[in-house]
């Protein structure tokens, strides 16, 4: 298969600014001169370690090492190949990729055929919205408050009630029956490949990026056999755990939010009709329970490295409602941001709401919000008659545990006096409970920690003599190692802003931390520091095992104000790096000249020698 040609790799590169990729699916801050920060997208955290540097292309996680450039960054993302990552940045950017040997582009891979399937399938099906067999379609739109504004803004469309209609529709787009299928838009039966969806309105499911990975459906005619949602099956790009319907839409909003919210309704209409009456923050799961995997999506989109966020979530008032609080309360401490449970009067839903009240009703929705803790604590105890003097304790027991959980050692007594308030018994009572169930708590996470912390079993393999992994923490902290670390992150951050001369002098002297030292050695390797993303080509230079050191500086906070204070740090951390190497060359020969007769020749030269040092020293100390 023919190979992009490396210039037009790093071309594209050079025109793709990484902080607009990441920030597709991460919440990135500014996190000092030129770099930005967000929740790691690749492991679970709760405050920011990921870090992303526009100027180098390059991002690198201090929690989980995670790092690279714009394209691996893809491939980890998206799981596609490096071929696939490029063409992906080079069509965003619009530059024509050429091909060694002249060779036309290759096929395009798995992955993207599958989202180029569903791009066409989702043009498909608003094309038909429009068509005189969609009447039933556009009437169920209309009914719910839905005109054809909201319908093209949601992408909404109709698939035909025919057998293949959209097989034949992308068959014809040079899309095979392999890939349809893969991509969960046929199926297969005894009559052959069929559409998957058939008579019904169509909802395009979409990623935090805005590109068509699935779709829901509804049926709309009484003689369809099927569900009444019936979505896209799992597949290599759909993962209904791990995408919420609306978000490509909401993100913006709710990373500018003040606080940042999060509103988490039902359905596709509950969604569509809190955008319309200005809730644009709303989002809703794909035929799943709201989940771990959903709550690590919201909190990179969130950012919620602090307290200040919150997550609505709103709930019919019946049985199956109140089911799904609970659920989302177990997952409640997965949050940093506040959550909240909001239930319509007379448990309508946002849509029915919306229809029969009208837009401020959606919106004062959400002023009429409870925190999740109260929440549950009243359906817990709602149960129980608290007439009685049993009916009490038995609601105390039921709500104690639930109470034990807060870990804000602030918000609990808070939460123990209004139980005690609800219940009409004591407050002393009521703590005394909640600290018995605290305490059978810890007991069991003592024992899970002891278990997870127990000696490997015999036969383990024994991984102590591994080699330690050196990271800016564990670096020594003398003044030597630390104007060394300070060097190789200026020189790494803005060595392309530096005189070069300056700077390959400053990196042609040994480091006395080995670790740092090997940083050193890729950096003077590179010939052309002007180049775009030669630091990135340093730090994979960088032996083992102190390749994630180098990564580490070329990330970390550099102490600057602002670019132009950085160029002059880090010009000075140069001359420092010199004048330390002119002193140490002056101390040996002074040793040396000790040791030569003083009028012979080899004593001459050295004396000459170290008046020349002492001019260079001078030069670069008073500059």
């Given amino acids: 298969m023919p190979r992009i040609l490396q210039a037009d790799v790093d071309e594209v590169k050079s025109r793709t600014n990484i902080a607009d990729i990441v920030g597709e699916r991460v919440s990135l801050k500014s996190a000092g001169v030129g770099s930005m920060k967000g929740l790691c997208p690749f492991h679970d955290e709760k405050s920011p370690s990921f870090h992303v540097r526009p100027q180098v292309g390059y991002y690198h996680c201090f929690g989980c090492g995670a790092s690279g450039d714009v394209y691996s960054f893809l491939r980890e993302m998206d799981h596609v190949s490096f071929t696939e990552a490029v063409e992906r940045l080079a069509a965003r950017v619009g530059y024509t ?41 556009r009437a169920f739109l209309g009914q719910r408050g839905f005109d054809a504004g909201a319908a093209a803004h949601f992408g909404v469309g109709y698939a035909p009630r025919g057998w293949d209609g959209m097989l034949k529709a992308l068959s014809a787009q040079g899309f095979t029956r392999d890939e349809l299928t893969a991509a969960g838009l046929v199926s297969a039966g005894q009559r052959g490949v069929y559409d998957r969806f058939r008579g019904r309105v169509v909802w395009p499911i979409r990623d935090v990026t805005g590109q068509t990975i699935g779709f829901g459906a509804r049926k709309l005619y009484d003689d369809d056999q ?46 569509m009709a809190c955008h319309l009456a200005g809730v644009t923050t709303a989002i809703a799961t794909c035929g799943t329970a709201f989940g771990a995997e959903h709550i690590k999506l919201l909190r990179r989109v969130m950012g919620d490295d602090s307290a200040a966020g919150e997550v609505v979530f709103t709930f019919d008032g019946d049985e199956a409602g109140q089911k799904a609080a609970l659920r989302a309360f177990t997952e409640d401490d997965r949050f940093n941001a506040q959550t909240f449970v909001a239930v319509a009067p007379d448990g309508l839903d946002p849509c029915d709401l919306r229809l029969q009240r009208g837009d401020q009703a959606v919106r004062g929705l959400m002023s009429a919000k409870v925190p999740m803790f109260e929440f549950v604590i009243d359906r817990k105890i709602a149960s129980f008659d608290l007439s009685t003097a049993e009916g009490r304790v038995g609601a105390l027991r039921a709500a104690a545990p639930i109470v034990a959980e807060i870990r804000d050692a602030l918000l609990r007594p808070e939460y123990e006096r209004i139980l005690a308030r609800r219940l009409g018994m004591d407050p002393t009572d009521v703590h005394a409970e909640v600290r018995r169930h605290e305490r059978r708590g810890r007991q069991g996470d003592a024992g899970a920690h002891e278990q997870r912390t127990a000696a490997p079993a015999a036969g383990a393999a024994d991984t102590s003599a591994a080699v330690p992994v050196v990271t800016l923490l564990t670096l020594p902290r003398t003044g030597e190692s630390l104007l060394e670390r300070d060097a190789l992150m200026g020189a790494l951050q803005y060595g392309h802003q530096l005189d070069g001369e300056l700077l390959q002098r400053a990196m042609s002297t040994p480091f006395t931390v080995p670790a740092l030292d090997a940083v050193r050695e890729a950096i003077a390797q ?73 009028d012979s020749d080899g004593a001459r030269s050295i004396a000459r020698r170290i008046v020349e040092i002492d001019g260079e020293r001078q030069r670069f100390t008073e500059n």
């Fill in 97 to 137: 990729l050429h091909y060694e040997d002249g060779g036309p582009a290759p096929e395009t891979s798995g992955r993207s055929r599958l989202y180029a399937a569903n791009t066409v399938a989702a043009e498909f099906f608003r094309s038909q919205l429009l068509s005189p067999e969609a009447e039933s379609a």
């Fill in 226 to 271: 099927g569900p009444k949602y019936l979505n896209t099956p799992e597949t290599p790009i759909y993962k209904k755990a791990q995408v919420l319907y609306g978000l490509d839409l909401a993100k913006r909003d709710i990373s500018r939010g003040d606080p940042k919210r999060v509103v988490v309704v039902e359905g596709y209409t509950d969604v």
């Fill in 526 to 598: 590179i010939p052309d520091r002007q180049r775009p993303g030669w630091a990135l080509q340093a730090v994979d230079a960088v032996r083992e095992p102190y390749r994630g050191l180098g990564g580490e500086l070329l990330m970390a906070a550099f102490p600057a104000r602002d670019e132009q204070s950085a160029k002059a740090s880090a010009t000075d951390l140069c001359r420092r790096l010199i004048v330390r190497g002119l002193e140490r060359e002056k101390h040996e020969l002074l040793g040396a000249i000790q040791r030569l007769p003083a």
